[in-house]
């Protein structure tokens, strides 16, 4: 959900005639069950919809959003969903030329022996959305005949090859929706994959831009920023009394980017959002940290504390109470792979050194 769904869109309407396209998603919609990840699985579910989706395979992790999300996710979804268990929601569903089923580790041969003969009675190809890694999509394609393509689930990132398995093609997203992998289907065979990586280089999609927008609104109406769990800390000073001590970090400070980090989650009305807002200012996890920049004004930014850790006793006595010492380890926490590719210390201290 940090807006890559927006672009996933615009991709999706470049793969070719919508006609003759049959967009599958697979699962996991969410992280954990919580409120803000019904918000985004109804957002995700109201994005795909947008995009013309033709199933969505859901998960086990997904399946802990309960009966009565799920049934909101597959209205929103413009009743797209598929589930690998019984219940009221269908296991398959005919796109094109294809019969799109699921299936869940346990039970999935059965699952996909069912799949392949309800396909051939129909004259339709197989596929299959498994929620599982590649040594069971293998073992699944070995013990049935007639399949021909399995979408797994993989933690890391997207098939760049797929694995051919007699008939039967085995490729994966990856996770985090970063890719969007494409195939033709010749009417014979599959042909023509294409792992397309969901960057920079998309415009965002303008209705699923809407759509996103207004789960923001969400998260800020239903207040969320305000109910994130902290841990007990000692108490916060803030930069400006750090500051009043260290004039040569605080004057490097304020021509860094970290002292502009809340304002750019503003511009954006990102500000309140929790999984925006913890790496753009100071201890959002902790009892004396960040709360609003109206509640808490010191503890706006990357601050000298988001470094440093808490420091109102060293403030107060600076010769008896010495700050821990802090290196590469104090940047980990917020530059992670995700949001900060290009990451390296060396570098990135040189820009903030002091
Ligand atoms: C609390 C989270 C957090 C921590 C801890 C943190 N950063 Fe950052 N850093 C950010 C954010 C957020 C930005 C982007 C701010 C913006 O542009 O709004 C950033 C930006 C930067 C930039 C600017 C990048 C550029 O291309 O100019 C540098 C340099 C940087 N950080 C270095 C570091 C180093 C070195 C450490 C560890 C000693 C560190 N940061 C620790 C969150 C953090
Ligand atoms: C895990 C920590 C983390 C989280 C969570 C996080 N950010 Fe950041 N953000 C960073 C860091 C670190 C940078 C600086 C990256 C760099 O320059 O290497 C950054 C930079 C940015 C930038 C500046 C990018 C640029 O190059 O100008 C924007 C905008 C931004 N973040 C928005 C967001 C939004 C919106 C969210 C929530 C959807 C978010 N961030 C969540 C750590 C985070
Ligand atoms: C992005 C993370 C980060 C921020 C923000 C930051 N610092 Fe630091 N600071 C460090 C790191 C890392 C070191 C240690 C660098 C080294 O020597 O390896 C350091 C070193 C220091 C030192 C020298 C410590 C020593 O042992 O000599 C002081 C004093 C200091 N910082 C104060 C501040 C103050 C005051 C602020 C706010 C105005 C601030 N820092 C903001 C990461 C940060
Ligand atoms: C009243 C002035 C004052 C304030 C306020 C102050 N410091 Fe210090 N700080 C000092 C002095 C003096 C030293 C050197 C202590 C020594 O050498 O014995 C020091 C040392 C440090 C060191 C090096 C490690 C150590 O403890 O010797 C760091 C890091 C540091 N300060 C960070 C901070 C941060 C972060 C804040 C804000 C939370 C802060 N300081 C607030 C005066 C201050």
Redesign the pocket.
């Given at each position: 959900m940090s807006g890559g769904i927006r672009r996933l869109a615009t991709a999706v309407q470049n793969l070719g005639p919508k006609d003759r396209t049959v967009f599958v998603v697979t699962g996991s919609l969410i992280g954990h069950p919580s409120r803000q990840d019904e918000l985004k699985a109804e957002t995700i579910a109201e994005a795909l919809k947008s995009c013309q989706v033709h199933a969505i395979g859901l998960t086990a992790d997904d399946l802990a959003l309960g009966e009565a999300m799920i049934a909101s996710v597959d209205r929103l979804s413009g009743g797209r969903v598929l589930t690998p268990q019984a219940g009221s929601l269908p296991n398959r569903r005919e796109s094109g030329p294809f019969l799109v089923g699921v299936a869940e580790s346990k039970l999935a041969e059965q699952a996909a022996r069912d799949l392949v003969r309800e396909a051939e009675a129909k004259r339709l190809v197989p596929i299959l959305l498994f929620d599982d890694g590649f040594e069971a999509a293998r073992r699944v394609a070995e013990a049935t005949a007639g399949l021909r393509l399995i979408v797994y689930r993989h933690a890391g990132s997207a098939s760049r090859e797929p694995t051919l398995v007699g008939q039967c093609l085995l490729i994966t997203p990856g996770n985090k929706g970063k890719a969007l992998l494409r195939l033709e289907w010749t009417g014979e065979s599959f042909r023509g994959f294409a792992a397309v990586d969901l960057g920079p280089s998309y415009a965002d999609d303008e209705r699923v831009a809407r759509i996103y927008a207004n789960y923001q609104r969400r998260v800020m109406s239903e207040g969320m920023l305000d109910k994130v769990l902290r841990r007990s800390s000692d108490p916060f000073a803030g930069?400006k009394v750090?500051?009043s001590?260290?004039l040569g970090?605080?004057s490097?400070?304020?021509q860094?980017r970290?002292a502009g980090a809340l304002a750019t989650l503003e511009k954006e009305s990102q500000d309140r959002d929790p999984d925006c807002t913890g790496c753009h200012v100071v201890g959002l996890d902790l009892a004396g940290g960040f709360r609003s920049r109206a509640e808490t004004p010191h503890l706006t930014d990357?601050?000298?504390?988001?470094?440093?850790g808490p420091g109102l006793a060293h403030a107060g006595d600076p010769q008896a109470i010495k700050?821990p010492?802090?290196?590469?380890k104090?940047?980990a926490p917020c530059h992670v792979p995700d949001h900060s590719p290009g990451f390296d210390y060396k570098t990135y201290?040189e820009k903030?050194?002091?």
């Amino acid at each position: 959900m940090s807006g890559g769904i927006r672009r996933l869109a615009t991709a999706v309407q470049n793969l070719g005639p919508k006609d003759r396209t049959v967009f599958v998603v697979t699962g996991s919609l969410i992280g954990h069950p919580s409120r803000q990840d019904e918000l985004k699985a109804e957002t995700i579910a109201e994005a795909l919809k947008s995009c013309q989706v033709h199933a969505i395979g859901l998960t086990a992790d997904d399946l802990a959003l309960g009966e009565a999300m799920i049934a909101s996710v597959d209205r929103l979804s413009g009743g797209r969903v598929l589930t690998p268990q019984a219940g009221s929601l269908p296991n398959r569903r005919e796109s094109g030329p294809f019969l799109v089923g699921v299936a869940e580790s346990k039970l999935a041969e059965q699952a996909a022996r069912d799949l392949v003969r309800e396909a051939e009675a129909k004259r339709l190809v197989p596929i299959l959305l498994f929620d599982d890694g590649f040594e069971a999509a293998r073992r699944v394609a070995e013990a049935t005949a007639g399949l021909r393509l399995i979408v797994y689930r993989h933690a890391g990132s997207a098939s760049r090859e797929p694995t051919l398995v007699g008939q039967c093609l085995l490729i994966t997203p990856g996770n985090k929706g970063k890719a969007l992998l494409r195939l033709e289907w010749t009417g014979e065979s599959f042909r023509g994959f294409a792992a397309v990586d969901l960057g920079p280089s998309y415009a965002d999609d303008e209705r699923v831009a809407r759509i996103y927008a207004n789960y923001q609104r969400r998260v800020m109406s239903e207040g969320m920023l305000d109910k994130v769990l902290r841990r007990s800390s000692d108490p916060f000073a803030g930069n400006k009394v750090c500051g009043s001590c260290h004039l040569g970090a605080e004057s490097v400070w304020k021509q860094s980017r970290h002292a502009g980090a809340l304002a750019t989650l503003e511009k954006e009305s990102q500000d309140r959002d929790p999984d925006c807002t913890g790496c753009h200012v100071v201890g959002l996890d902790l009892a004396g940290g960040f709360r609003s920049r109206a509640e808490t004004p010191h503890l706006t930014d990357v601050g000298c504390e988001s470094c440093h850790g808490p420091g109102l006793a060293h403030a107060g006595d600076p010769q008896a109470i010495k700050m821990p010492k802090v290196g590469a380890k104090s940047c980990a926490p917020c530059h992670v792979p995700d949001h900060s590719p290009g990451f390296d210390y060396k570098t990135y201290w040189e820009k903030i050194r002091h």
